[in-house]
């Protein structure tokens, strides 16, 4: 019986080390899924059964990432919306206004440099103008959350220019 048990056990812990977890990387708390992963977490992820290679389930994070992109870039210690972000938001909008039942994470983002705390509120700063602009276009505000990371998540985690670049964003994801 015991070793029956030792197992069934050591059978779940190669289930578990084989599972698929593109989705597990926003960490504790319920964030952002599929956060942080340039485009999104791709094609082929949970949900695509049914589609050819490179198409994602229609409404579906992927979607939203192939579609239309999930993230806008800001300057420097800004939070404004420039032109590039405002026709990215522009097709979020739209996509959004297709599927209606699904709602959205916005993540702010800021670089490594500032403190911990100026960093929180731009990229609270820079969620809210994302979340903002959606609104203004027609999107329901109970549709959207907001999360500001500051520099706790970034994508590149290089402390070079081009680097920094790639981590002032916001991120929006299907929740």
């Given at each position: 019986?015991?070793?029956?048990?030792?197992?069934?056990?050591?059978?779940?812990?190669?289930?578990?080390?084989?599972?698929?977890?593109?989705?597990?990387?926003?960490?504790?708390?319920?964030?952002?899924?599929?956060?942080?992963?340039?485009?999104?977490?791709?094609?082929?992820?949970?949900?695509?059964?049914?589609?050819?290679?490179?198409?994602?389930?229609?409404?579906?994070?992927?979607?939203?990432?192939?579609?239309?992109?999930?993230?806008?870039?800001?300057?420097?210690?800004?939070?404004?919306?420039?032109?590039?972000?405002?026709?990215?938001?522009d097709k979020q909008a739209g996509w959004l206004q297709q599927y209606p039942q699904v709602s959205v994470w916005i993540a702010g983002n800021c670089d490594e440099r500032g403190t911990e705390e100026y960093n929180i509120a731009l990229g609270e700063r820079r969620a809210n103008?994302?979340?903002?602009?959606?609104?203004?276009?027609?999107?329901?505000?109970?549709?959207?959350?907001?999360?500001?990371?500051?520099?706790?998540?970034?994508?590149?985690?290089?402390?070079?220019?081009?680097?920094?670049?790639?981590?002032?964003?916001?991120?929006?994801?299907?929740?």
């Open positions: 019986m015991k070793s029956a048990t030792i197992a069934c056990l050591a059978a779940l812990a190669l289930l578990a080390a084989c599972s698929d977890d593109k989705n597990s990387s926003a960490g504790a708390g319920g964030t952002a899924p599929g956060y942080g992963q340039p485009g999104g977490p791709g094609a082929g992820g949970p949900g695509s059964a049914g589609y050819g290679a490179g198409q994602a389930t229609p409404g579906s994070e992927e979607d939203l990432a192939q579609s239309v992109g999930d993230r806008i870039y800001f300057a420097t210690d800004r939070s404004s919306v420039d032109d590039q972000a405002r026709a990215t938001l103008a994302d979340r903002d602009y959606l609104v203004a276009h027609g999107i329901a505000r109970t549709r959207i959350e907001t999360i500001s990371y500051g520099k706790s998540r970034p994508v590149d985690s290089a402390s070079t220019p081009e680097a920094w670049a790639k981590n002032r964003n916001a991120i929006t994801s299907v929740r």
